[in-house]
Nanobody, 121 residues
């Protein structure tokens, strides 16, 4: 009954910006984290960013200083502001909710369908 709805993906030139959003419905998640993961062709899915519902945030070294995760006051929508995009950021980006450990993929219980982000040179 939990549903995650993603938006904001698309095609952008290197150096540009995108903002992804993910809205959760169907239940509340208490103190569990929400986050973003990505998977590029031929690679494993990797952690990008996460935020706990008391506002503590985490960012992968590969995106630190360029990407910022945030959430709304109701803690049902999470955002990923992506600046200074690089071609290597091209991937399918997945929203996740219910994370028992914010940076650990296998602890998340709910996942969106993914949204494509493509960064051209």
């Amino acid at each position: 009954q939990v549903q995650l709805v993603e938006s904001g993906g698309g095609l952008v030139q290197a150096g540009g910006s995108l903002r992804l959003s993910c809205a959760a419905s169907g239940r509340t998640f208490g103190s569990y984290a929400m986050g973003w993961f990505r998977q590029a062709p031929g690679k494993e899915r990797e952690f990008v960013a996460a935020i706990t519902w008391n506002g503590e945030s985490y960012h992968a070294d590969s995106v630190k200083g360029r990407f910022t995760i945030s959430e709304d006051n109701a803690k049902t929508t999470v955002y990923l502001q992506m600046n200074s995009l690089k071609p290597e950021d091209t991937a399918v980006y997945y929203c996740a909710a219910g994370g028992a450990i914010a940076t650990i993929e296998r602890t998340y219980n709910y996942w969106g369908q993914g949204t494509q982000v493509t960064v051209s040179s």
